[in-house]
């Protein structure tokens, strides 16, 4: 199925109307598009307003998140991130109010009722999360009046999260529906007051792999206690002492930013952005997160901790550094955040970034992205498989970082491939998680598979 | 059931809590990927093309497009015609596909989408378009996606077919199995040396060998050219007997046209792969091939060495319909009498099917429809299941039961292989008895010491 485009003047995609959410660094005047919603018929690797929201809510480990609508929404979500649990594993069922033809016809509420009734009774969970999707909004049950109605009866929170996947097929739209969410659920009862302390809490943490674990450790060893992750690890008792912090640092900024903007504007809680992945970018929030504390005992520590980590780290990067000097990298990820990550961690291993793509990222991040890249690197938004595969055969890609859907895509190529997406099993955060990605790197890139694939082609297609 | 309060107490309750099934369109792609030369479409929000994707990508292993209309907010209230015909431009642009499937969502169905009027006027308006478009009806509200199989196979069926002459090539028609199990059947057939037309056949479109190279649209399925020429077909086999009638393709085919159904059950065990070639033998007037009687013999010898082993199995067979149906057999034939049979479709005869097989058995087991994975767990536990046989939802047997599972059907996400799964004709029957007497052998040896330490000696702290 040969067609005839091509990237060759710098930023043509497939089609035509997709031009400009393509930019080749140094040769485009013009900014990317990247506020559009998806094209029709493109094939957009993005998801909806659903699955962002569920996504971000998901790790909240106690609460029961209950999906309102048929049942399609409730099975691809069941239990589909890696976030783990010190405790409760109540988030890992996916509950579906299943709704059948006649709900959508003559109104979803009284089953969405029943089955809050049902789950409460049965697991008697602190709080939860009513999804809405789709068939909800469109039938116009009104989940707030039943989760209100419900909140009452049982007293405990209810919370309904207005995630109809119609609304957008950006997932930062659901991003905010959850920080919304979040806002609610933590908003002090009147009378209610919540005890200030020296802790912080950890925004667009999820412990995926145990990420949010190690950085704590970190934070305990040089004299900082954590509050509470938003939201990896979390429980609804810990959510509702947010409040009580000093400092929010703020990690993944997709979903996180506003929730910190608005816990400054409510709880005059000031926020710092962070970053966790890499091992410079770990010891530069570590100093940060301490200059913001001021106390010379916990300066002293992160230095401390900074240099004992850094001097064990640092050979064992090297011998991977080794052997990935001058390989090609391409980055296709949800967000902006992570893709600015990805390139200094892959420029870190001696490799040249020529591609890097988002799902959600905005201009501004857009703008750091090719300030980041040498001339001639791809920048895309929103990005199809048909355009993702010319990138990686025309900028001849030794290896990608992605999410699974990208991961199929690379191997039909014979290119090595990195998960960095939210089903991932392994930390990658942290000075540990510099080694472990520099081995998740070094493991595709090199592997021994891909000189007998390469070898079985000779440039012919089967 | 009888002396067991089955369906009625397990699942009167409202909430699905962990799905045992998929929606309807995820069905549909299946179908659709089986046809040469095809391309899909998801007329609905962005989200569910994407989870789609994703649900197959991690099934088959390979890259599987799927577009979608993209439907926004402003579209749902106004009607998405702009946006359908949108993403036709684009999707036939790109992929140059000669028949696109359109499958419709929860969203499309409940705005009421005249989806027969808009494609004729996108028909109308490009005349020359070389292209056939099916679109089916797929709300997850009406069906699962077994049923979106069977739906979508038949209007694949209803669009071509054409009174022809009469030929020698007999139709089958396979339900959602593995691409191994694909390559199976056609060996078999082969071996008979008997043409035939197999519908969906997407053992290479979703299973393709390496080849250095994305195809947007992989080689191999059934040809449209063949499809059209079922109708002078001597007869055609089915392996379907839990089909519902209203879905039933080869009901089409003898309805319209007057082709001979033979419904059998999937070709996995003995009983049921005898079925097929006793079948085909008689079609074909051809006594049974020396190589099949060898692999029968094979098998039967592997019945008996492991007979025993089998007997200590209690197994939990759940998922589709058709597939729950063959495994019921396979195990009843070896003497694992299965404690609870379980399917997540409400629509199919696998009850009326398997009560009789049932009937005799020393215990009788929980049978239940609408199934999920709160029922079967609860009916696993309380049956004392020993061994779990189904696809990967079922983890949670194992992870919090000890309970361990053998893996067929669909979908498999934990996995690797789940396209490779195979299981069918005698062959495959030994290679899925093997998995499953070894899954059995491996949970007795690795605890039959402490378990009879702790039952039966003298010194066993109480």
Same mark, same amino acid.
């Given at each position: 199925?040969?067609?005839d485009?091509s990237?060759?003047?710098?930023?043509?995609?497939?089609?035509?109307?997709?031009?400009?959410?393509?930019?080749?660094?140094?040769?485009?005047k013009?900014?990317i598009?990247? =506020?559009?919603?998806s094209?029709a018929?493109?094939?957009?690797?993005r998801?909806?307003?659903f699955c962002g929201?569920?996504?971000?809510?998901?790790?909240?480990?106690? *609460?029961?998140?209950?999906?309102?609508?048929?049942?399609?929404?409730?099975?691809y979500?069941?239990?589909?991130?890696?976030?783990?649990?010190?405790d409760?594993?109540?988030?890992?069922?996916?509950?579906?109010t299943?709704?059948?033809?006649k709900?959508?016809?003559?109104?979803?509420?009284p089953?969405?009722?029943?089955?809050?009734?049902?789950?409460?009774?049965?697991?008697?969970?602190?709080?939860v999360?009513?999804?809405?999707?789709?068939?909800?909004?469109?039938?116009g049950?009104d989940?707030?009046?039943v989760?209100?109605?419900?909140?009452?009866?049982?007293?405990?929170d209810?919370i309904?999260?207005?995630?109809?996947?119609?609304?957008?097929g950006?997932?930062?739209?659901?991003y905010?529906?959850?920080?919304e969410?979040?806002?609610?659920?933590?908003?002090?009862k009147?009378?209610e007051?919540?005890?200030?302390?020296?802790?912080?809490?950890?925004?667009?943490e999820?412990n995926?792999?145990?990420?949010?674990?190690?950085i704590?450790?970190?934070?305990?060893?040089?004299?900082?206690?954590?509050n509470?992750a938003?939201?990896?690890d979390?429980t609804?008792?810990?959510l509702k002492?947010?409040?009580g912090?000093?400092?929010?640092?703020?990690?993944?900024?997709?979903?996180?930013?506003?929730?910190?903007?608005?816990?400054?504007?409510?709880y005059?809680?000031?926020?710092?952005d962070?970053?966790?992945?890499g *091992?410079?970018?770990?010891?530069?929030?570590?100093?940060?997160?301490?200059?913001f504390y001021?106390?010379?005992?916990?300066?002293?520590?992160?230095?401390s901790?900074?240099?004992?980590?850094?001097?064990?780290?640092?050979p064992?990067i *090297?011998?991977?550094r080794?052997?990935?000097?001058?390989?090609?990298?391409?980055?296709?990820?949800?967000?902006?955040?992570?893709?600015? *990550?990805?390139?200094r961690?892959?420029?870190d291993?001696?490799?040249?970034?020529?591609?890097?793509g988002t799902q959600t990222?905005?201009?501004?991040?857009?703008d750091?992205?090719?300030?980041?890249?040498?001339?001639? =690197?791809i920048?895309?938004d929103?990005?199809?498989?048909a355009e993702?595969e010319?990138f990686l055969l025309?900028?001849?890609?030794?290896v990608?970082a992605?999410?699974?859907?990208?991961?199929?895509?690379a191997?039909?190529?014979?290119?090595?491939?990195?998960d960095?997406?939210?089903?991932?099993?392994e930390c990658?955060?942290?000075?540990?998680g510099?080694?472990?990605f520099?081995?998740?790197?070094?493991i595709?890139?090199?592997s021994p598979v891909?000189k007998h694939?390469?070898a079985s082609?000779?440039?012919?297609?089967? | 059931m009888?002396?067991?309060p089955?369906?009625?107490?397990?699942?009167?309750k409202?909430?699905?809590?962990?799905q045992?099934?998929?929606?309807?369109p995820?069905? #549909?792609v299946?179908?659709?990927?089986?046809?040469e030369?095809?391309m899909v479409?998801?007329?609905?929000?962005?989200?569910?093309?994407?989870?789609?994707?994703?649900?197959?990508?991690?099934h088959?292993?390979?890259p599987?497009?799927?577009?979608?209309?993209s439907?926004?907010?402003?579209q749902?209230i106004?009607?998405?015609?702009?946006?359908l015909?949108?993403a036709?431009d684009?999707?036939?642009?790109v992929?140059?596909?000669?028949?696109?499937?359109i499958?419709?969502?929860?969203?499309?169905e409940t705005?009421?989408?005249?989806m027969?009027r808009?494609?004729?006027?996108y028909?109308q308006?490009?005349?020359?378009?070389?292209?056939?478009?099916?679109s089916?009806?797929?709300p997850s509200?009406?069906?699962?996606?077994?049923e979106g199989?069977?739906?979508?196979?038949?209007?694949i069926?209803?669009?071509?077919?054409?009174?022809c002459?009469?030929?020698?090539?007999?139709?089958?028609?396979?339900?959602?199995?593995?691409?191994?199990?694909i390559?199976?059947?056609k060996r078999?057939?082969?071996?008979?040396?008997?043409e035939?037309?197999?519908?969906?056949d997407?053992?290479?479109?979703?299973?393709?060998?390496y080849?250095?190279?994305?195809?947007?649209?992989?080689?191999g399925?059934t040809?449209?050219?063949?499809v059209?020429?079922?109708? #002078?077909?001597?007869?055609?086999?089915?392996?379907?007997?839990?089909?519902?009638?209203a879905?039933?393709p080869?009901?089409?085919?003898?309805?319209?046209?007057?082709?001979r159904?033979?419904n059998l $059950?999937?070709?996995?065990?003995?009983?049921?792969?005898?079925?097929?070639?006793?079948?085909?033998?008689?079609?074909?007037?051809?006594?049974?091939?020396?190589?099949?009687?060898?692999?029968r013999?094979w098998l039967?010898?592997?019945?008996?060495?492991a007979?025993?082993?089998?007997?200590e199995?209690?197994?939990?067979?759940?998922?589709e319909?058709?597939?729950?149906?063959?495994?019921?057999g396979?195990?009843?034939?070896?003497?694992?009498?299965?404690?609870?049979?379980?399917s997540g479709? $409400?629509?199919?005869?696998?009850?009326d099917l398997v009560?009789?097989m049932?009937?005799?058995?020393?215990?009788q087991?929980?049978?239940i429809?609408?199934?999920?994975f709160a029922?079967?767990e609860?009916?696993a536990?309380?049956a004392?299941?020993?061994?779990?046989?189904?696809?990967?939802?079922?983890?949670?047997?194992?992870?919090?039961h000890?309970i $361990?599972?053998?893996?067929?059907?669909? $979908?498999i996400h934990?996995?690797?292989?789940?396209q490779?799964?195979?299981s069918a004709?005698y062959a495959g029957t030994l290679?899925?008895l093997d998995?499953?007497?070894n899954?059995?052998?491996e949970?007795?040896?690795?605890?039959?010491r402490e378990?009879?330490?702790?039952?039966?000696?003298?010194?066993?702290?109480?």
């Open positions: 199925m040969e067609h485009c990237l060759a003047s710098g930023g043509t995609g497939c089609i035509s109307e997709r031009q400009n959410s393509i930019i080749t660094t140094g040769k485009n013009s900014r598009h990247c =506020a559009d919603d094209l018929g493109a094939v957009s690797q998801a909806c307003v929201a569920r996504v971000v809510l998901n790790p909240i480990t106690d *609460a029961i998140h209950l999906v309102h609508g048929p049942i399609g929404c409730a099975t979500t069941w239990d589909i991130r890696g976030s783990l649990s010190s409760s594993e109540m988030y890992r069922h996916s509950f579906s299943d709704l059948k033809e709900d959508v016809v003559f109104g979803g509420e089953k969405l009722a029943a089955c809050i009734d049902e789950v409460i009774s049965k697991y008697h969970p602190p709080a999360f009513v999804y809405s999707t789709c068939v909800v909004g469109m039938i049950d989940i707030i009046a989760c209100k109605d419900a909140s009452e009866r049982h007293g405990i209810i309904p999260v207005e995630s109809s996947g119609f609304l957008s950006n997932k930062i739209v659901g905010r529906a959850a920080a969410a979040l806002m609610k659920l933590i908003r002090p009147p009378g007051v919540i005890e200030k302390t020296r802790k912080l809490n950890f925004l667009g999820y995926l792999g145990g990420e949010k674990w190690l704590e450790r970190y934070l305990n060893e040089i004299g900082i206690e954590v509470v938003f939201t990896g979390s609804v008792a810990a002492r947010a409040p912090s000093c400092l929010n640092i703020v990690q993944c900024t997709g979903s996180m930013h506003w929730v910190a903007t608005n816990l400054e504007k409510e005059g809680i000031p926020y710092l962070v970053n966790f992945f *091992a410079e970018n770990t010891a530069d929030s570590l100093r940060r997160i301490a200059a001021g106390d010379p005992e916990i300066i002293r520590r992160a230095e901790l900074i240099e004992r980590e850094m001097n064990r780290i640092t064992i *090297a011998r991977y080794k052997k990935l000097t001058g390989k090609r990298t391409a980055i296709y990820v949800g967000g902006a955040f992570k893709a600015v *990550a990805l390139i961690q892959m420029k291993l001696g490799m040249e970034v020529v591609v890097t990222g905005k201009q501004e991040e857009y750091t992205i090719s300030g980041l890249l040498s001339e001639g =690197a920048v895309v929103d990005a199809n498989p993702i010319r025309d900028l001849k890609v030794d990608m992605g999410g699974v859907k990208e991961r199929v895509l191997y039909k190529l014979g290119i090595g491939f990195v960095h997406n939210h089903e991932r099993k990658l955060a942290g000075f540990d510099a080694v472990t520099a081995r998740e790197v070094y595709t890139t090199c891909w694939l390469k082609i000779g440039g012919e297609e089967l | 009888t002396n067991k089955a369906n009625s107490t397990l699942r009167v409202e909430v699905n809590e962990n045992c099934h998929m929606c309807m995820l069905g #549909g299946i179908a659709f990927k089986g046809i030369g095809a479409l998801v007329h609905g929000s962005q989200g569910c093309s994407t989870y789609m994707r994703l649900a197959n990508v991690e088959f292993h390979e599987v497009d799927i577009a979608s209309s439907l926004n907010e402003k749902t106004l009607g998405g015609e702009k946006n015909n949108k036709l684009n999707v036939l642009r992929y140059q596909p000669t028949m696109l499937g499958l419709t969502t929860c969203l499309a705005m009421g989408e005249d027969d808009m494609i004729r006027a028909l308006e490009h005349p020359n378009l070389g292209v056939e478009i099916i089916v009806a797929t509200y009406r069906g699962t996606h077994s199989f069977w739906a979508t196979t038949r209007a069926i209803a669009h071509y077919a054409r009174v002459e009469s030929h020698n090539r007999i139709n089958v028609i396979i339900p959602n199995i593995s691409p191994a199990d390559r199976e059947i078999i057939m082969g071996l008979f040396g008997v035939y037309t197999l519908i969906p997407f053992s290479m479109t979703l299973d393709r060998p080849g250095g190279r994305y195809q947007k649209i992989p080689t399925g040809s449209p050219a063949d059209s020429r079922m109708p #002078g077909a001597p007869v055609t086999i089915q392996f379907g007997l839990t089909c519902p009638d879905l039933s080869g009901l089409y085919l003898e309805q319209q046209f007057g082709v159904l033979i $059950p999937i070709p996995i065990g003995v009983d049921n792969v005898d079925q097929f070639i006793a079948a085909l033998s008689h079609i074909c007037g051809k006594p049974v091939p020396e190589q099949l009687t060898l692999e013999g039967l010898d592997g019945m008996a060495d007979h025993k082993y089998n007997a199995g209690r197994p939990a067979i759940y998922g319909p058709e597939m729950v149906y063959a495994l019921t396979v195990c009843i034939e070896n003497g694992a009498e299965p404690v609870v049979i379980a479709s $409400p629509h199919s005869k696998l009850k009560r009789p049932v009937s005799d058995l020393a215990e087991p929980f049978l429809e609408e199934a999920d029922s079967i609860h009916a536990v309380s004392g299941a020993t061994i779990g046989v189904g696809h990967s939802g079922g983890k949670f047997l194992t992870e919090r000890g $361990p599972v053998t893996r067929v059907g669909y $979908p934990d996995r690797i292989g789940g490779r799964i195979f004709g290679a899925f998995r499953f007497t899954t059995l052998l949970q007795k040896y690795g605890s039959y378990k009879k330490k702790d039952e039966m000696a003298l010194n066993r702290v109480m």
